[in-house]
């Protein structure tokens, strides 16, 4: 078993080559943020990412601060896909905004002005293989068939990295 560090690890590499998902708020709340594609600014050391997303037509004050959220990482000609499940957190605080600004670079402040920055904490994360579209002479189909007969592992059975 991975060391959770090393599960971290791993993950921050996945997201920074794959860098868009699908982001879902997962919460029943009628002021919920809308599903919507987003692009990864970071993922930090202690297993957060940090994202942008459009502000809401209604003010930011209703949206939740804590909602279960659910991104779903992959980019065309990439063999794998990451699923990943967590708490989401409106960063709405002057200070948390100043300091994740001043950490980061090429943002400013303007950048906000259109936009939210939300954090996830990350956990349960899915890793899913998929099969590559290599084309294969007959030989390597037999083989890879006779393989899968004799109970070879699927390749769409996911690899947990997280689990909390």
């Known amino acids: 078993m991975q060391s959770n560090l090393q599960q971290l690890a791993f993950l921050q590499n996945k997201i920074e080559q794959l860098q868009n998902a699908e982001f879902h708020n997962l919460s029943d709340s009628a002021s919920r943020l809308p599903s919507s594609v987003v692009t990864t600014l970071t993922t ?5 990412v940090w994202f942008l997303v459009k502000k809401p037509p209604f003010p930011v004050s209703e949206i939740e601060s804590e909602f279960p959220v659910r991104l779903n990482y992959f980019k065309k000609g990439i063999n794998y896909f990451l699923q990943i499940r967590g708490k989401g957190f409106s960063v709405t605080n002057a200070g948390e905004l100043s300091s994740f600004i001043n950490s980061s670079s090429g943002l400013d402040f303007n ?9 996830v904490k990350m956990l349960n994360a899915d890793y899913f293989e998929t099969p590559t579209s290599e084309k294969t002479n007959w030989w390597q189909n037999a083989i890879s068939s006779i393989g899968n007969w004799f109970g070879t592992s699927d390749p769409w059975v996911p690899k947990h990295y997280i689990q909390s």
């Open 111 to 119: 950048l906000f002005n259109d936009n939210l920055l939300v954090k």
């Open 44 to 48: 930090d050391d202690s297993g957060y």
